[in-house]
């Protein structure tokens, strides 16, 4: 699997604890030109991120000691202090899925959700575009605040809103 370099440049931590999972994640952004970090949980992620300049976190919701919500939090959490911004997408099993409820996963800082068994190509252009969606909108040319869906992503069963989209209370 080969998707050229459309994520030449960036660092993406991706964070399961199993192992299989962490090797597809690992394969299909590294394939895409991403330097790819590896974290068996959700410690460990979390002091890649403090360690490196990390564009996006791509995390399993379900792991043992701290789950991926408690990761976003503490990531968001940690960003803001130094005004930085990650993109993050949580992916999950089905019986993950109905423990979590997405407005949950929205609020800790999932930007995207995505069921598992992952798509390659999926995962590629959704951590591509949320990128550039970012960075569009940390310069000011694109409002966070009801973004449409990302764009050329199709919509992924029981996906979070873009962040920044209204949420329930």
């Not at 966070?144 to 979070?160: D, T």
Request: aromatic share 4%; net charge positive; hydrophobic share 45%.
């Amino acid at each position: 699997m080969s998707f050229g370099d459309v994520l030449a440049g960036r660092t993406i931590v991706v964070v399961d604890d199993h192992e299989g999972m962490r090797e597809l994640l690992y394969d299909a952004l590294s394939s895409a030109g991403a330097r790819v970090l590896r974290a068996t949980n959700a410690f460990d992620a979390l002091a890649m991120v403090r360690e490196n300049a990390v564009d996006a976190l791509v995390s399993d919701l379900r792991m043992p000691a701290m789950n991926g919500l408690d990761l976003a939090r503490a990531i968001r959490e940690l960003r803001a202090t130094d005004k930085s911004s990650i993109v993050a997408i949580a992916v999950s099993g089905d019986d993950s899925w109905k423990f979590v409820d997405p407005n949950r996963a929205a609020v800790a800082g999932f930007d995207y959700h995505m069921m598992k068994p992952v798509e390659p190509e999926l995962l590629v252009s959704t951590v591509h575009e949320l990128i550039r969606r970012r960075a569009r909108s940390a310069s000011g040319t694109l409002p966070r605040v009801g973004a449409p869906p990302v764009h050329g992503v199709p919509p992924v069963h029981g996906a979070p809103p873009v962040r920044g989209a209204r949420r329930k209370r």
